[in-house]
């Protein structure tokens, strides 16, 4: 006798209708309130051994009933309000001279904590002001405009990342050492998404816990017998490796606030749009390559890091230890 699908789903369900029926059981049970997270579509795939398209089939199924919605910089949550909290006594502004005390750095962390919650777009002078309960224009006092705000943001934020100490434990082997700096700026642009959109690789920050980083890598290159430009051109290389992944960790972000749909949910809904350009006819390689995934392809800004930092430093090792091998001429003005 077949079972019928209830709260907990069928046994001969697909596998998204079983993880629709198990989430919307935790709703009705009041396991999961509304405004409260469910899981991605990551913790999906983890927890049920699924792939990412079934995870986002089964989340799409929930919201087309109305059970979660999206909500930017939060995730995917059960819809409806959550349950408000008790109005909270509004304190008057304080007055000049009892505003409590401010500081560069006061300032600046919260800057940072707005910019990591939010987004570099929400970041402003009068929020900040509001975050730390002084008047407006309070801090124009200590920081003269937004703009000096994120030079002094960008400047804390690298300083996370190599403290004052950190050459004494360097390794000595100098490709060992390039990784490890690699991965460290790759993991404070992790911790601080917005990092990334500032400056470009044409026109770079110049704030001194930056070139904390520039030191570290060069360093690990000097004493190699290369000339100053290939040093400096191999630095710069690895850099943009780091910097140019990053960058779409807060292009994602915004991406998902304005829309309200995160990365998989987005590739969901283009669907119909990339199985057009498939069966055109007119992109036989990517039709064939597109077409051997079984559940789609899930972007990984990890692992890719991880891909290219390996393959760089496997292909700059025979130029750095002098096998006879360059990085070849620079092409001339067009």
Same mark, same amino acid.
């Given at each position: 006798?077949?079972?019928?699908?209830?709260?907990? @789903?069928?046994? @001969?369900?697909?596998?998204?209708?079983?993880?629709?029926?198990?989430?919307?059981?935790?709703?009705?049970? @009041?396991?999961?309130?509304?405004?409260?997270?469910?899981?991605?579509?990551?913790?999906?795939?983890?927890?049920?051994?699924?792939?990412? &398209?079934?995870?986002?089939?089964?989340?799409?199924?929930?919201?087309?009933?109305?059970?979660?919605? %999206?909500?930017?910089?939060?995730?995917?949550?059960?819809?409806?309000?959550?349950?408000?909290?008790?109005? %909270?006594?509004?304190?008057?502004?304080?007055?000049?001279?009892?505003?409590?005390?401010?500081?560069?750095?006061?300032?600046?962390?919260?800057?940072?904590?707005?910019?990591?919650?939010?987004?570099?777009?929400?970041?402003?002078?009068?929020?900040?002001?509001?975050?730390?309960?002084?008047?407006?224009?309070?801090?124009?006092?200590?920081?003269?405009?937004?703009?000096?705000?994120?030079?002094?943001?960008?400047?804390?934020?690298?300083?996370?990342?190599?403290?004052?100490?950190?050459?004494?434990?360097?390794?000595?082997?100098?490709?060992?050492?390039?990784?490890?700096?690699?991965?460290?700026?790759?993991?404070?642009?992790?911790?601080?998404?917005?990092?990334?959109?500032?400056?470009?690789?044409?026109?770079?920050?110049?704030?001194?816990?930056?070139?904390?980083?520039?030191?570290?890598?060069?360093?690990?290159?000097?004493?190699?017998?290369?000339?100053?430009?290939?040093?400096?051109?191999?630095?710069?290389?690895?850099?943009?490796?780091?910097?140019?992944? %990053?960058?779409?960790?807060?292009?994602?972000?915004? &991406?998902?606030?304005?829309?309200?749909?995160?990365?998989?949910?987005?590739?969901?809904?283009?669907?119909?749009?990339?199985?057009?350009?498939?069966?055109?006819?007119?992109?036989?390689?990517?039709?064939?390559?597109?077409?051997?995934?079984?559940?789609?392809?899930?972007?990984?800004?990890?692992?890719?890091?991880?891909?290219?930092?390996?393959?760089?430093?496997?292909?700059?090792?025979?130029?750095?230890?002098?096998?006879?091998?360059?990085?070849?001429?620079?092409?001339?003005?067009?």
């Amino acid at each position: 006798m077949t079972q019928t699908t209830g709260a907990t @789903g069928a046994a @001969g369900d697909p596998p998204y209708l079983r993880i629709v029926a198990a989430i919307r059981r935790r709703i009705a049970d @009041g396991e999961l309130a509304p405004g409260d997270r469910v899981p991605s579509t990551r913790q999906i795939a983890a927890q049920w051994g699924v792939a990412l &398209a079934t995870a986002t089939k089964a989340l799409t199924t929930l919201r087309l009933e109305g059970l979660v919605e %999206a909500r930017p910089r939060i995730g995917t949550v059960v819809a409806g309000s959550a349950p408000a909290a008790p109005a %909270a006594r509004r304190r008057p502004s304080p007055a000049p001279d009892t505003e409590p005390e401010l500081s560069v750095e006061r300032i600046v962390r919260a800057a940072v904590e707005i910019a990591d919650a939010e987004g570099l777009a929400a970041l402003s002078m009068r929020g900040v002001a509001a975050r730390l309960g002084v008047a407006a224009m309070s801090t124009y006092r200590y920081v003269p405009s937004k703009e000096d705000l994120v030079l002094l943001m960008a400047d804390a934020a690298f300083g996370e990342a190599y403290p004052a100490d950190a050459y004494a434990d360097a390794p000595e082997d100098w490709r060992a050492r390039v990784e490890a700096g690699a991965r460290t700026l790759w993991r404070l642009y992790r911790k601080h998404p917005w990092l990334a959109r500032i400056g470009s690789l044409t026109r770079p920050l110049l704030v001194p816990n930056l070139l904390v980083h520039g030191e570290w890598m060069l360093d690990a290159l000097d004493g190699h017998g290369l000339d100053p430009t290939t040093l400096f051109d191999i630095h710069v290389l690895l850099y943009s490796h780091v910097h140019g992944l %990053a960058v779409h960790l807060e292009l994602e972000a915004d &991406a998902e606030a304005a829309t309200g749909q995160s990365e998989d949910q987005w590739m969901d809904s283009r669907a119909p749009v990339l199985r057009e350009l498939v069966e055109s006819g007119r992109f036989p390689t990517f039709a064939k390559v597109v077409g051997s995934f079984e559940d789609g392809y899930d972007l990984r800004l990890d692992a890719l890091f991880d891909i290219g930092l390996g393959a760089l430093l496997d292909g700059l090792t025979p130029v750095v230890e002098g096998r006879g091998h360059s990085l070849g001429h620079r092409p001339g003005p067009v």
